[in-house]
């Protein structure tokens, strides 16, 4: 079990005062304990306040206006890309491109980088524990251009099996498309051996990054990969706006994802040219005031730090296994806590997923059950549905120890 000394890496009383929503009871005298920022995370107030000022003070259409508040509303949007490509490490900030979420960012470059580069009988590596986001887009790429999909298995620990890498590799893939941190088992890929293996082979690497950039530094750079796509609304920043960050030379040579404003220098009648990257990819007005609100969310994380996060994150991860391992009936997902981080999928023996999830809820519990679009993963291991908590900065251990109550009464009623 975690050390409760080791727990204080931050100060959580104080961060959770800056997360408003957290502040209620779900019914009198039972307290909201939200355990699926695996999901989405809450926000704080900065990010609210610099989005609720925006539009208050400043709200205008970038990129356009010579008038004071579109240029400041531009200088604002263009601030935040560099804040985000400071926080991942990428070289220049025109290697950031806003999109609406991670799933949004795989399909750019399925549609994009996919049909320019993939040829019939081209193969794609990804692996078994992907969220549908890194799947569906290359199912709809094989079905267009016959490519091939092969998958680096999960082994009964729940860890990826890097004995099939090397063999996969050998088919000399195109691409190898990867999650950093799976949705459901909080597994934690090795994504530096796996982006070396690849590019050793001449394969382009993408990582998934909606559950990993939340939770744990990322150097894009020093990995060397060529793109990584991840969400704002994961990491304290608002809904509808994802990132992808892809590197320079490959962005530059990318035909367009969507056309209209923005993303053109010229157009005539019958022919147009692109404008230069990253607006080549954000075609229409962008989410301005979310982009802004994401720059806010960063500027907390990293006066938050992203170590001390990452760190209390596994350790409040650990303590729930520790936990949930007491409860007899509960089998949890996947691998031991030294391999995971933020996400614990379980199921609890004669109860239902959704009957557990709407248990936990009667005691103030938010926990998120299904198969968390992630189907494959689910049936591998045999089960269609499991039940997840997710913890992230502002939980405390005993949110932990009170969601462990609360099973105990889902046991209660199911006997
Ligand atoms: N997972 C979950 O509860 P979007 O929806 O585009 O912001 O993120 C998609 C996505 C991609 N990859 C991974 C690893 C993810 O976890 C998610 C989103 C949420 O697990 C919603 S299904």
């Known amino acids: 079990m975690a050390s409760p000394s080791k727990l204080q890496h931050l100060n959580v009383e104080k961060i959770r005062a800056d997360f408003p929503v957290l502040d209620q009871e779900v019914r009198p005298g ?6 699926d920022s695996g999901a989405t995370s809450q926000k704080p107030a900065s990010v609210i306040e610099v989005m609720d000022r925006y539009y208050r003070t400043q709200n205008a259409n970038i990129h356009r206006g010579v008038y004071k508040m579109a240029e400041q509303s531009t200088e604002d949007y263009e601030m935040a890309r560099g804040k985000v490509a400071q926080f991942i490490g990428a070289a220049k900030p025109k290697e950031i491109v806003f999109t609406r979420n991670a799933t949004e960012s795989v399909n750019l470059v399925a549609y994009s980088w996919g049909r320019g580069n993939l040829n019939k ?4 590596v990804l692996t078994e524990m992907e969220h549908h986001a890194n799947i569906v887009p290359w199912q709809m790429l094989a079905a267009e251009k016959g490519i091939r999909l092969e998958y680096i298995p999960v082994n009964d620990e729940g860890l990826l099996d890097m004995d099939a890498l090397p063999g996969l590799l050998e088919m000399k893939p195109k691409l190898v498309s990867y999650t950093a941190m799976s949705n459901v088992m909080g597994t934690i890929t090795p994504i530096a051996e796996i982006t070396r293996m690849a590019k050793e082979v001449g394969a382009v690497t993408l990582i998934d990054g909606a559950q990993s950039v939340p939770h744990l530094p990322i150097n894009v750079t020093e990995l060397g990969v060529d793109f990584l796509v991840f969400s704002s609304h994961k990491m304290l920043g608002p809904t509808g706006l994802g990132v992808l960050y892809g590197r320079e030379e490959l962005l530059e040579a990318m035909p367009p994802f969507l ?4 993303m053109i220098k010229r157009v005539q009648l019958h022919e147009f040219s692109t404008n230069s990257v990253p607006h080549k ?3 229409g007005t962008p989410a301005i005031a979310e982009v802004i609100g994401l720059g806010a969310a960063i500027d907390y994380l990293n006066a938050v730090g992203m170590d001390a996060i990452a760190a209390h994150d596994h350790e409040l991860t ?10 007899p009936g509960v089998w949890v997902f996947g691998p031991s806590a030294e391999h995971k981080s933020s996400n614990a999928a379980f199921t609890l023996k004669g109860a239902h997923p959704h009957d557990v999830a709407e248990i936990l809820n009667r005691e103030g519990v938010a926990v998120r059950a299904g198969h968390h679009c992630a189907m ?3 049936e591998k291991f045999g089960v269609p549905a499991t039940t997840r908590a997710s913890f992230y900065l502002y939980n405390t251990k005993a949110e932990v120890d009170h969601f462990i109550e609360a099973i105990y009464k889902v046991k209660e009623i199911f006997g």
């Open 259 to 262: 056309g209209g404003g923005d």
């Open 30 to 35: 039972v307290p909201l304990v939200y355990l």
């Open 281 to 283: 990819f954000e075609a």
């Open 121 to 124: 009988g081209d193969v794609v």
């Open 318 to 327: 650990e303590h729930a296994l520790d936990r949930l391992a007491e409860v």
């Open 376 to 378: 494959p993963v689910h």
